[in-house]
């Protein structure tokens, strides 16, 4: 990490240009510190409404709504949902990496993108093809179903990624030492996929508690479903506000557990490594088995959904295609997408700055508030934002303003992820060198800084866009009258069971979604240096 230098010599001696940049940009810092408190403050008000809302209701309201049979029976349906489900995700997540960056396994390539793949079907689409399917499939056996087919790409991908990148030297050491495969990926291999797994668990963890669309399908019982019902029934009630804070109680808990099985092992290394790739295993009489295993998989998370839109869609006939709300509800959705991509990209830039230029304890917080926030369900989100702006904020309440605030709020980490990535490969040296050429800087930092992190950037606002393509809890909460998004417009049909009507949006939405999940991809693959 390159370090800050400082001029020598008594106060009347002439300063380096570099001196003069530094001294020059100290009032810009603390612009840039004050404007990310405030991106802070602002993405913790969510959770402060959960606190405040707990704190007003009292002891015995608290007491009255949370112990009783109802939230037993969610909470009981949430930890059996989570614990089955993320199990079972991992399963399929590091099998298929494994197979895919460990082994001689025929067209590994291609099955490397369609593990990938079903990121880009909404888990209600999934859920909607398979009540097409199976119009009995409901409760928690239901749920993990739709769950593991919908989320256990959130563990391949990082899990893929990884393998990727690790020095091969590691297991071929364990391999010298006359390790079998198994005992190579156990002792070797596995503790190195530790943050990985760990990551992609936590995601699809808060993927589960945050779900509604899907779940509503089957009429499996959540909180997020309990919430939503609840709000619609009595607007913003103390119930739904008391099951809000046990959801938030859920998500903290897990970001804690997520925390603490990181370790304290170091997983750097130090030099380059081995310079050959991994060597792979020949899978011998396996093979078989693998490519029907992988292809099982593959069939129930995208052939199932697929299959069934099209079928929809040509019972439906042109017909379904001919429906006013659908041109509206691509361009509402477009709008949207892009309005809230580029809001939340503005937003996540001085934040990442701050954590890349100035990294401290300080900065380290500040970025940490918006991860904290942005584990909370939508239907939190979009509860906090109704309740300030009915009672503080009435010209904007239900306008596109609080929308795209929703947005910025649920997905500021896709954007902040990528930019500090991007920021971390545009060195301020730079930007001191084009100063002292004569740039002014700012000038120097559009010119530099500001280019070499305009992929990133896009990248950022990519997985942005992806998510608010496919966001459907808040976006039913918050958005304005006449507002039609392929996913509100979806459930809305879905919902009174024209499943034909319905399957344009579903598909759009995937054609929308399908080269934004393949940038992830990509993104992934390039972090690995593949």
Same mark, same amino acid.
């Given at each position: 990490?390159?370090?800050?230098?400082?001029?020598?010599?008594?106060?009347?001696?002439?300063?380096?240009?570099?001196?003069?940049?530094?001294r020059g940009a100290r009032?810009?810092?603390?612009?840039?510190?004050?404007?990310?408190?405030?991106?802070?403050?602002?993405?913790?008000?969510?959770?402060?409404?959960?606190?405040?809302?707990?704190?007003?209701?009292?002891?015995?309201?608290?007491?009255?709504?949370?112990?009783?049979?109802?939230?037993?029976?969610?909470?009981?349906?949430?930890?059996?949902?989570?614990?089955?489900?993320?199990?079972?995700?991992?399963?399929?997540?590091?099998?298929?990496?494994?197979?895919?960056?460990?082994?001689?396994?025929?067209?590994?390539?291609?099955?490397?993108?369609?593990?990938?793949?079903?990121?880009?079907?909404?888990?209600?689409?999934?859920?909607?093809?398979?009540?097409?399917?199976?119009?009995?499939?409901?409760?928690?056996?239901?749920?993990?179903?739709?769950?593991?087919?919908?989320?256990?790409?959130?563990?391949?991908?990082?899990?893929?990624?990884?393998?990727?990148?690790?020095?091969?030297?590691?297991?071929?050491?364990?391999?010298?030492?006359?390790?079998?495969?198994?005992?190579?990926?156990?002792?070797?291999?596995?503790?190195?996929?530790?943050?990985?797994?760990?990551?992609? $668990?936590?995601?699809?963890?808060?993927?589960?508690?945050?779900?509604?669309?899907?779940?509503a399908m089957i009429q499996?019982?959540?909180?997020?479903?309990?919430?939503?019902?609840?709000?619609?029934?009595?607007?913003?009630?103390?119930?739904?506000?008391?099951? $809000?804070?046990?959801?938030?109680?859920?998500?903290?808990?897990?970001?804690?557990?997520?925390?603490?099985?990181?370790?304290?092992?170091?997983?750097?290394?130090?030099?380059?490594?081995?310079?050959?790739?991994?060597?792979?295993?020949?899978?011998?009489?396996?093979?078989?088995?693998?490519?029907?295993?992988?292809?099982?998989?593959?069939?129930?998370?995208?052939?199932?959904?697929?299959?069934?839109?099209?079928?929809?869609?040509?019972?439906?006939?042109? $017909?379904?295609?001919?429906?006013?709300?659908?041109?509206?509800?691509?361009?509402?959705?477009?709008?949207?997408?892009?309005?809230?991509?580029?809001?939340?990209?503005?937003?996540?830039?001085?934040?990442?700055?701050?954590?890349?230029?100035?990294?401290?304890?300080?900065?380290?917080?500040?970025?940490?508030?918006?991860?904290?926030?942005?584990?909370?369900?939508?239907?939190?989100?979009?509860?906090?934002?109704?309740?300030?702006?009915?009672?503080?904020?009435?010209?904007?309440?239900?306008?596109?303003?609080?929308?795209?605030?929703?947005?910025?709020?649920?997905?500021?980490?896709?954007?902040?992820?990528?930019?500090?990535?991007?920021?971390?490969?545009?060195?301020?040296?730079?930007?001191?060198?084009?100063?002292?050429?004569?740039?002014?800087?700012?000038?120097?930092?559009?010119?530099?800084?500001?280019?070499?992190?305009?992929?990133? $950037?896009?990248?950022?606002?990519?997985?942005?866009f992806l998510g608010i393509?496919?966001?459907?809890?808040?976006?039913?909460?918050?958005?304005?009258?006449?507002?039609?998004?392929?996913?509100?417009?979806?459930?809305?049909?879905?919902?009174?069971?024209?499943?034909?009507?319905?399957?344009?949006?579903?598909?759009?939405?995937?054609?929308?979604?399908?080269?934004?999940?393949?940038?992830?991809?990509?993104?992934?693959?390039?972090?690995?240096?593949?």
């Amino acid at each position: 990490m390159p370090t800050r230098t400082t001029a020598v010599g008594p106060p009347h001696a002439g300063t380096s240009p570099n001196a003069a940049g530094s001294r020059g940009a100290r009032p810009g810092s603390r612009a840039v510190v004050v404007l990310c408190v405030l991106i802070a403050l602002f993405s913790l008000v969510p959770l402060v409404f959960v606190a405040i809302m707990t704190a007003n209701a009292g002891v015995d309201t608290i007491v009255a709504l949370v112990f009783r049979p109802r939230v037993g029976e969610l909470l009981v349906n949430t930890v059996a949902l989570v614990a089955i489900t993320v199990p079972l995700c991992v399963l399929c997540g590091v099998g298929g990496a494994w197979l895919v960056e460990r082994t001689r396994l025929r067209g590994h390539k291609i099955w490397a993108v369609l593990l990938a793949a079903p990121l880009a079907i909404p888990a209600f689409v999934n859920s909607y093809a398979w009540v097409s399917a199976v119009p009995s499939l409901g409760g928690v056996a239901g749920g993990v179903l739709i769950s593991t087919l919908s989320y256990f790409p959130l563990v391949y991908i990082p899990v893929a990624a990884v393998l990727g990148r690790m020095d091969p030297a590691l297991e071929q050491t364990g391999q010298s030492l006359g390790l079998g495969p198994w005992r190579v990926f156990f002792r070797v291999t596995f503790p190195q996929l530790r943050l990985a797994i760990a990551g992609g $668990a936590l995601l699809v963890s808060l993927h589960l508690l945050s779900e509604y669309g899907a779940f509503a399908m089957i009429q499996f019982d959540t909180f997020t479903t309990a919430i939503y019902d609840q709000f619609r029934s009595t607007f913003n009630g103390a119930a739904a506000n008391m099951l $809000a804070g046990v959801l938030v109680v859920l998500c903290l808990v897990l970001l804690l557990l997520e925390e603490r099985s990181r370790g304290t092992a170091r997983y750097a290394k130090v030099g380059s490594g081995a310079q050959s790739g991994p060597v792979r295993l020949r899978l011998g009489w396996y093979q078989g088995p693998a490519q029907l295993g992988l292809a099982a998989l593959t069939v129930l998370a995208i052939g199932v959904p697929m299959w069934h839109v099209v079928r929809w869609l040509i019972f439906g006939g042109v $017909a379904v295609w001919e429906r006013d709300p659908l041109l509206t509800a691509l361009l509402q959705t477009l709008g949207y997408g892009l309005a809230g991509a580029l809001a939340t990209t503005l937003l996540a830039f001085p934040l990442a700055y701050q954590v890349v230029r100035h990294p401290g304890r300080t900065s380290r917080l500040l970025e940490g508030a918006n991860y904290i926030s942005s584990s909370m369900p939508g239907i939190v989100v979009a509860l906090a934002l109704v309740t300030i702006t009915v009672h503080g904020l009435p010209a904007i309440y239900q306008t596109s303003i609080v929308l795209v605030a929703a947005y910025a709020l649920l997905f500021m980490p896709r954007a902040l992820v990528n930019l500090r990535a991007g920021l971390a490969q545009a060195p301020k040296e730079l930007d001191e060198a084009a100063q002292a050429l004569g740039k002014p800087p700012l000038l120097a930092f559009v010119k530099v800084t500001l280019r070499l992190t305009a992929p990133a $950037a896009a990248g950022g606002a990519a997985l942005v866009f992806l998510g608010i393509v496919n966001e459907l809890t808040a976006t039913l909460l918050l958005s304005p009258n006449g507002t039609n998004t392929l996913a509100t417009e979806f459930w809305s049909l879905s919902s009174e069971i024209d499943y034909a009507g319905a399957a344009p949006y579903a598909l759009l939405m995937i054609l929308l979604s399908a080269p934004m999940t393949y940038l992830l991809f990509a993104q992934s693959k390039k972090a690995a240096g593949q």
